[in-house]
């Protein structure tokens, strides 16, 4: 009898820091679907891309989206976006919403305390490839808690890999290229 794996919905994938794909070198994703037989799809969720809603696209110029920030999603379909975001309870996981449509969005911002990104890409897996590129320890999956909702880039990163893999802070701390020293 085979045990059923863990669902990883909702979880984060932190890219090892010895991660060196491009599309995902010092990477956060949060995984939004996740099924053994349909594999898993999610977003990045560090990787800002300076500009925002409404100076890229004329349809959010006057909406209440228009100062939310444009994200790098993943290397998935980049001529897509979807909106997307996150809220905590008082108590337990985070409310996850991702594929949101213009109304739905507008709405949860201005909910207090819901964050919502727009996100250009996503990232995704087939049956089988995240957890095998898991037993091979390109990814850390952490739980997505409170104390990291409001890190951004780089720093979101670190933080989560110093608390989750405390062992692997010599690397961390390390130069791309130790060598160039």
Request: some cysteine; aromatic content about 10%.
């Amino acid at each position: 009898m085979s045990k059923k794996a863990p669902s990883l919905a909702g979880k984060l994938l932190v890219s090892h820091p010895l991660q060196r794909d491009e599309s995902f070198c010092e990477s956060v994703v949060m995984i939004h679907d996740y099924s053994e037989k349909d594999g898993a799809m999610g977003f990045i969720i560090n990787r800002p891309c300076d500009k925002k809603l409404g100076e890229t696209q004329s349809e959010f110029s006057n909406s209440p989206l228009a100062p939310i920030s444009i994200q790098w999603g993943g290397p998935v379909a980049i001529d897509r976006m979807a909106l997307g975001g996150w809220k905590f309870a008082s108590r337990g996981p985070a409310l996850i919403r991702y594929g949101m449509s213009k109304d739905d969005a507008s709405k949860f911002i201005t909910e207090t305390g819901f964050q919502v990104f727009a996100f250009v890409g996503y990232a995704g897996w087939s049956p089988g490839q995240l957890e095998n590129e898991i037993k091979l320890n390109a990814w850390v999956v952490c739980p997505f808690e409170r104390e990291f909702a409001q890190l951004q880039g780089k720093e979101l990163w670190k933080a989560l890999l110093t608390k989750h893999r405390p062992d692997l802070r010599l690397t961390l701390d390390s130069p791309p290229n130790p060598s160039l020293n």
